[in-house]
């Protein structure tokens, strides 16, 4: 018998949602430098990380809404609200630094094209590098977010009201122990 | 290609696609009525709200009196941030059915000293009881809304506490040192002197919501 899970509420997505821009923006540097590497399919590859950044910071611009409706129902302490207002004021600027490096990726990508000048394969070769020094920075402060919102969770247990089997009216096989969000 | 899209295949994908979608649904659909304890700990504290809204602007008036302008701006921020708390208890009471109904209680005024004493004593019982309490029932019944404005009012009212503390312990050196300033989130009530943030730490929106009260 096929269950299908409940459909998650818009705070109730932020667990879910948060895995996109790690896993996306992440792996997106590994396709930049295969782009530098191959010749045959350089672009392809180009492409692909493209694909990949714009994927990861939608993701980031969901996880952001998403987490702060998930916030406002979240168990609140002092050194909890400390934590929580860092993650919130990390994952912002997680959310300007991703949405201008991949404008950037695009510009490097599509720039010479609209302007009708081509570059170089070794000027294009070195602009990509910087561009990945960069983009290090980006992921540094994504590890920074995404490790705020792991203590946030595992260190202080404050978990989204995320709906269980019996909550939603569903049968529960097994019987669930109460979340650290309902401690108090 | 063409074969394996062709319209019997595509008409079965798109139908399996929708059954799929339905029976989603279908299993997403709440399935509880009202929760009776959560209507009536909103109840209790919207009355408690309301109550402290009228507490605190005669105890404003009783400071101005006395010449402690800045201990009045205090509680005319704090009454203003209950008076929002009141307000969102009273959104999610009419969403859950019921109607709002406070029994407004002539404040018993007494010096500004023993009225910010009075009023620690409040704002303490409702951070470290009465919303705590709350919150665990709401929780248990995951009704969302009730969570998020017993949350926004536990927060704001710590924030008080933690605002009247400061004002006595430096009372003697308020007499007659003019109004102060206080700045009060219109969304969830928080209550702080100075926006040095973008964001309301509380509810997360924009500084812009915030107003001024002297």
């Known amino acids: ?184 | 290609m063409k074969t394996i899209l062709s319209r019997p295949v595509l008409t079965l994908t798109a139908a399996l696609l929708l059954g799929a979608l339905g029976a989603l649904a279908l299993t997403a659909a709440p399935a509880s009525s009202t929760p009776p304890k959560t209507l009536e700990n909103l109840q209790a504290a919207f009355n408690g709200e309301s109550n402290a809204h009228a507490r605190y602007l005669a105890f404003a008036q009783k400071a101005d009196e006395e010449g402690y302008g800045q201990v009045a701006s205090l509680f005319r921020a704090a009454a203003r941030a209950e008076e929002i708390h009141a307000a969102n208890h009273a959104e999610v009471i009419k969403k859950m059915g019921g109607a709002p109904t406070a029994d407004i209680q002539k404040p018993e005024v007494k010096s500004t000293r023993e009225n910010l004493e009075a009023a620690i004593r409040g704002e303490s019982y409702e951070r470290d009881t009465m919303y705590p309490d709350f919150l665990k029932v709401a929780r248990q019944e995951r009704n969302r809304d009730a969570i998020q404005t017993f949350n926004y009012a536990k927060t704001a009212e710590a924030e008080h506490a933690r605002l009247y503390g400061n004002a006595l312990q430096n009372l003697d050196s308020m007499k007659g040192a003019g109004k102060g300033t206080y700045y009060v989130c219109t969304i969830c009530g928080y209550t702080t002197t100075k926006l040095d943030f973008a964001k309301c730490p509380s509810c997360f929106n924009p500084v812009d919501k915030y107003v001024q009260v002297d």
């Open chain 1, 1 to 184: 018998m096929i269950e299908f899970p409940p459909i998650p509420s818009w705070d109730g997505l932020h667990p879910l949602i948060i895995h996109f821009p790690v896993g996306l923006l992440l792996v997106a540097p590994v396709f930049i430098i295969l782009s530098l590497v191959s010749k045959r399919s350089g672009r392809a590859y180009a492409m692909a990380a493209l694909i990949l950044m714009l994927l990861g910071t939608a993701a980031v611009f969901v996880a952001v809404s998403t987490g702060e409706a998930a916030g406002q129902l979240a168990e609140r302490t002092p050194e909890i609200n400390r934590v929580l207002t860092h993650h919130e004021e990390l994952a912002e600027t997680t959310r300007i630094v991703f949405s201008v490096l991949t404008a950037a990726f695009a510009l490097i990508l599509f720039g010479p094209k609209l302007l009708k000048r081509e570059l170089g394969r070794v000027p294009s070769a070195v602009l990509t590098l910087i561009f990945l020094v960069l983009y290090m920075a980006g992921a540094l402060v994504l590890s920074n977010t995404a490790h705020n919102g792991g203590t946030l969770v595992h260190g202080y247990g404050v978990h989204a009201l995320v709906d269980t089997p019996a909550a939603t009216g569903q049968a529960a096989a097994a019987p669930s122990a109460p979340s650290a969000f309902e401690r108090d």
